[in-house]
């Protein structure tokens, strides 16, 4: 992970957020909702960009954060959200109405376990965005590379989780439980015979994970 001068120069780099955005960005903080961070969102940005994403999958809308980043960053794209808490789905409707962007964005309400056969409806997507629970991602990504177009892509964050994945003592048996299953999860996907993956270390860890030309 990059020290905290270099964390702090990045991000002071990066351009201020419309006034939309920092109110979400606010919200977020206050309200103890996890939130993609600026450096890593901003990468995720790029290579959708340079991927040129036209419908993307994103698992875990939280308060529509991501989903209204993508929206502004690439025009004319849609972008199929899933989020199963109320009160956050409330928070994201809410934001989603306010910021004119709506058209481009459909959040489909419940567990990303088990609403597959919704999703399929939108299917197939150019990039999927797994941001939901950590110990859930390999179900996640099993479920829903099925819906990914040949040359499509996936991105995953927290993969680092704050740096845990490296560290070989953890006190709290909750915390190494769920530090082990993203390590596996990790281990699973750079192995993967169907992707060629790679593991930036910015914000709390970002995987990209790209289909290969012809599945195994």
Do not use: C
């Not at 597959?116 to 950590?134: G, L, M």
């Not at 995953?156 to 953890?170: P, Q």
């Amino acid at each position: 992970m990059l020290n905290e001068k270099l964390h702090f120069y990045i991000e002071g780099l990066i351009a201020e957020r419309n006034p939309l955005l920092m109110e979400m960005e606010s919200y977020a903080k206050v309200h103890h909702v996890p939130i993609m961070e600026l450096a890593g969102i901003e990468t995720m940005l790029q290579l959708l960009r340079i991927h040129r994403s036209k419908k993307i999958l994103e698992v875990g809308t939280a308060i529509g954060y991501s989903a209204l980043r993508m929206a502004g960053a690439l025009k004319g794209a849609h972008i199929v959200t899933i989020e199963r808490d109320e009160e956050r789905i409330n928070a994201a409707q809410e934001f989603i109405h306010r910021s004119g962007f709506g058209e481009q964005i459909t959040l489909i309400k419940g567990d990303a376990l088990e609403v597959a056969a919704e999703v399929s409806q939108y299917a197939p997507f150019d990039a999927i965005f797994i941001d939901a629970a950590k110990g859930q991602y390999k179900k996640f990504f099993e479920i829903y590379a099925d819906y990914l177009t040949e040359d499509g892509m996936i991105i995953t964050d927290n993969v680092l989780f704050k740096g845990l994945v490296a560290e070989s003592e953890i006190e709290s048996k909750r915390i190494r439980n769920l530090v082990k299953k993203i390590d596996d999860f990790n281990r699973w996907l750079m192995t993967h015979p169907n992707y060629d993956s790679v593991i930036l270390p910015v914000g709390d860890g970002v995987a990209i994970s790209k289909r290969r030309g012809e599945r195994k």
